[in-house]
């Protein structure tokens, strides 16, 4: 009897504890949003105020980042025709050189949203955006071997990026505060016969990233750490739709 007893609290014990850290460090939710969001890089909407707050942690160490000055989150939002991302990042100093799409932004300083839609882990779309506002979109179909190239040729046809700085990008000699980013996606871009009514049972593979590259040299965040390159699929946490 004894052992029984012991058998089912450890089942519990397994559930719960399990559920925990699905809950907690897994799985993003995004809030359904009856009001416009407007694609200007402040983040003064009320489904702004009203989504959850992503926090990345050091992609190094897994550890939060304590450092209050590079602080980071992201929040996700939906209505029936698109979903949108927004970044927070806090920067005392904020550099881009990058002017065009699909130059590669990851050799300087960035934020990455990698989206999985499918049951397929090794295809994925791949967003990131300077502080300039400029965009790099790609379609990977196998994460071990990228061909930048080839990959960086998918465009999302109707994605709206912009970003709001505080601070001056580029000057070395003052301090910024950081910027912010927001990225609106047509459902219709990333799914194929995009159905609205088929999202509340959706669970999309998805993480978040970010890259600063300050004089103490290159820093790199993620919401599901990597500990290296961040094109790991198999530690994406998950988003579902509420
Ligand atoms: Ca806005
Ligand atoms: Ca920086
Ligand atoms: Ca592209």
């Not at 196998?142 to 046809?157: H, K, M, R």
């Not at 505080?166 to 219709?188: M, Y």
Request: with cysteine.
């Amino acid at each position: 009897m004894k052992r029984f007893l012991f058998l089912i609290m450890a089942i519990v014990c397994a559930t719960y504890c399990s559920r925990q850290v699905h809950n907690s460090e897994n799985l993003a939710a995004a809030l359904f949003t009856a009001n416009p969001v407007v694609i200007d890089g402040s983040l003064n909407e009320q489904a702004w105020t009203d989504a959850s707050r992503i926090y990345l942690k050091d992609n190094n160490t897994g550890q939060v980042v304590e450092d209050s000055s590079y602080s980071v989150y992201a929040s996700v939002c939906y209505d029936k025709i698109n979903l949108y991302i927004a970044f927070l990042c806090n920067d005392v100093d904020i550099f881009s050189s990058y002017t065009e799409r699909d130059q590669h932004l990851w050799e300087e300083e960035a934020i990455e949203v990698f989206i999985d839609v499918d049951d397929e882990p090794n295809t994925y779309v791949e967003i990131e955006l300077s502080p300039n506002n400029v965009l790099f979109d790609s379609y990977i179909v196998d994460p071990v071997n990228i061909d930048v190239e080839e990959t960086a040729g998918f465009d999302l046809p109707g994605i709206e990026t912009a970003v709001s700085v505080n601070g001056t990008v580029n000057k070395l000699n003052d301090q910024d505060s950081g910027w912010s980013a927001e990225i609106r996606i047509p459902f219709a871009d990333l799914v194929k016969d995009f159905k609205f009514d088929d999202l509340k049972k959706a669970e999309w593979k998805i993480n978040f990233y970010r890259l600063d590259r300050d004089h103490d040299g290159p820093s790199s965040y993620a919401w599901s750490p990597t500990f290296g390159r961040f094109h790991k699929p198999s530690v994406f946490g998950s988003l579902v739709f509420k």
